[in-house]
């Protein structure tokens, strides 16, 4: 019922930037913290940067100053802005949210990921 879906990923080369998207749809009442997460290449995958339901933020230091995370609680969407990419920013993005159907009962979802890839 509740699908997240992840858009904007491709292929930049160092410096560039990229939008990606996570858009909730389904039966929602209301969407918790949102988290993108990050997967390169034989590692395990780690947190990039969440943002909470009354938007407050934390950011790994290996994307700080460089991405933002905003979410719009009409569209239910959350994006991500990444800006000056570098090679080692490579990896399968995946958006996570915490979802409830229903008044105080969430869940955890996962989007099906996006490819980012940042040549040097």
């Known amino acids: 019922q509740v699908q997240l879906v992840e858009s904007g990923g491709g292929l930049v080369q160092a410096g560039g930037s990229l939008r990606l998207s996570c858009a909730a749809s389904g039966s929602i009442y209301d969407i918790g913290t949102v988290g993108w997460y990050r997967q390169a290449p034989g590692k395990q995958r780690e947190l990039v940067v969440l943002?909470?339901?009354?938007?407050?933020?934390n950011y790994a230091d290996s994307a700080k100053g460089r991405f933002t995370i905003s979410r719009d609680n009409a569209k239910n969407t959350v994006y991500l802005q990444m800006n000056s990419l570098k090679p080692e920013d490579t990896g399968v993005y995946y958006c996570?949210?915490?979802?409830?159907?229903?008044?105080?009962?969430?869940?955890?979802?996962w989007g099906q990921g996006t490819q980012v890839t940042v040549s040097s």
């Open positions: 943002i909470t339901s009354d938007g407050s933020t």
């Open positions: 996570n949210a915490y979802i409830s159907t229903r008044r105080r009962v969430y869940n955890e979802y």
